[in-house]
């Protein structure tokens, strides 16, 4: 049986959620592999709408089990918040299973992660404030704090010690901040513990057995291909690896258990925070396509910049992912326009470039080169298949197929879980 990554192939915000949870029900596990809070999943299940940030989404789907990896951060508090809310409208958060090796975001990484945002100024990152990147960075160096930690409270001290050590000479000294106590922070995470214990696992081990035996794992990336800390356009990107091999390194399985890799690509393209945008729309068909797409962040509330499909990041996207398919959403978004731009190239000094430039200096002077399709008026959301589609729709999708390296097999034609059109299927 196969094991799946669904991942973003654009800056993130594609419609992960809905790809994953219409999965959700055909597949075994769902893996949350990188990231933590900081990403954002909607899930429309009949009139019942569920924004997720942390959890995975398969946990809406009865019968699969959602699992936290390893290369996830989590913060205890937003978890146990986020299974509450669960709880309470009646959904089974019984099955979910948490890496003892995902690391925890501490409330002083929180406070460094606002505290340096704010003193870069106009050279900010745009960070959603949820302490990600300094968790992972003290993953790197070495002082970070995992959850297995949490159940030995003299290895817990001795390593929130060592990580205020340093941390609390920067926030006195350089940005003038209180330093944090060692026992308030050792307390706060202890309390935390019992809550969260019977959801840890060794989730390697589990996930392992489980393509042994047959199962269907799906693994999900939490941010886009354009948003990955090597492949990125970095800075402007996220702490971790959301592209196809973070997979593997986020959940402890070998690459040759892969035998599928989606691609979620927005019919348009939408990014949040600060960095390169080539065809980001500033007038009114930008703001038609915020306001129809609902584009708003559903971790940070910010609303998202909104552009035309850019062919370029799309066939990056199918060749740093070895994507072997695209599920395309929001497709229903683009109904009423009567042509519809789609960046194939870029103009950079005064040369065509058909593939994305390795140098950020190239990339942020690149400008769009359009081609443009006919639209359609009709309304979609009631499209079972593909032929249901208008002509022109039909047209569109096939040319940005073509445009983008990997066949589109899924194709999202409304919010709703059932308002999708499944052209070639995944399992």
């Given at each position: 049986m196969p094991a799946l990554v669904l991942l973003g192939a654009q800056w993130g915000d594609e419609g992960k959620g809905k790809a994953t949870d219409l999965l959700g029900g055909s597949v075994d596990y769902v893996v949350r592999y990188q990231g933590g809070n900081n990403a954002g999943h909607t899930v429309v299940?009949?009139?019942?709408?569920?924004?997720?940030?942390?959890?995975?989404s398969g946990i809406l789907s009865p019968g699969c089990t959602p699992v936290i990896g390893n290369g996830?951060?989590?913060?205890?508090?937003?978890?146990?918040?986020?299974?509450?809310?669960?709880?309470?409208?009646?959904?089974?958060?019984?099955?979910?299973?948490?890496?003892?090796?995902?690391?925890?975001?501490?409330?002083?990484?929180?406070?460094?992660?606002?505290?340096?945002?704010?003193?870069?100024?106009?050279?900010?990152?745009?960070?959603?404030?949820?302490?990600?990147?300094?968790?992972?960075?003290d993953k790197i160096n070495r002082v970070g704090i995992r959850v297995q930690d949490l159940y030995d409270e003299s290895i817990l001290t001795q390593k929130v010690e060592a990580a205020l050590d340093v941390k609390n000479?920067?926030?006195?000294?350089?940005?003038?901040?209180?330093?944090?106590?060692?026992?308030?922070?050792?307390?706060?995470?202890?309390?935390?513990?019992?809550?969260?214990?019977?959801?840890?696992?060794?989730?390697?081990?589990?996930?392992?057995?489980?393509?042994?035996?047959?199962?269907?794992?799906?693994?999900?990336?939490?941010?886009?291909?354009?948003?990955d800390i090597d492949h990125g356009t970095y800075p402007f990107v996220t702490s971790s690896n959301p592209t196809a091999g973070g997979a593997c390194t986020g959940a402890g399985v070998g690459p040759t258990r892969i035998s599928r890799v989606i691609g979620i690509l927005k019919a348009y393209t939408t990014r949040v925070g600060a960095g390169p945008f080539p065809t980001e729309l500033f007038d009114e068909d930008g703001e038609a396509l915020r306001r129809i797409g609902g584009e708003r962040g559903v971790t940070t509330g910010r609303d998202r910049r909104c552009g035309w499909f850019d062919a370029v990041i799309a066939r990056y996207a199918t060749r740093v992912n070895g994507l072997t398919d695209f599920f395309l959403t929001k497709l229903d978004v683009l109904t009423g326009w009567e042509r519809i731009p789609v960046c194939v190239a870029y103009e950079i000094d005064g040369r065509r470039v058909e593939e994305l430039p390795y140098s950020q200096s190239d990339f942020h002077h690149a400008k769009p080169v359009y081609e443009t399709l006919p639209g359609?008026?009709?309304?979609?959301?009631?499209?079972?298949?593909?032929?249901?589609?208008?002509?022109?729709?039909?047209?569109?999708?096939?040319?940005?197929?073509?445009?983008?390296g990997a066949p589109i097999s899924a194709i999202g034609v409304g919010p709703g879980r059932d308002e999708t059109i499944e052209v070639n299927s995944f399992l």
């Open positions: 299940v009949g009139d019942q709408k569920y924004a997720l940030h942390l959890l995975p996830v951060v989590v913060d205890p508090s937003v978890l146990l918040s986020e299974l509450s809310g669960l709880n309470e409208r009646g959904v089974d958060t019984s099955k979910l299973l948490i890496s003892g090796n995902a690391h925890v975001i501490t409330p002083y990484n929180v406070t460094v992660d606002k505290v340096t945002e704010r003193f870069l100024g106009k050279r900010k990152i745009g960070t959603t404030g949820r302490g990600i990147g300094p968790t992972y960075a000479q920067i926030l006195t000294k350089l940005y003038n901040r209180r330093a944090i106590a060692v026992h308030q922070v050792v307390e706060e995470l202890l309390g935390y513990a019992e809550q969260i214990e019977p959801y840890v696992a060794d989730t390697v081990l589990v996930l392992n057995q489980a393509l042994e035996d047959d199962k269907v794992v799906l693994f999900e990336g939490g941010q886009g291909t354009l948003l359609w008026s009709e309304d979609i959301t009631k499209a079972k298949s593909f032929s249901d589609l208008p002509k022109n729709a039909q047209n569109y999708v096939k040319a940005l197929e073509e445009m983008s």
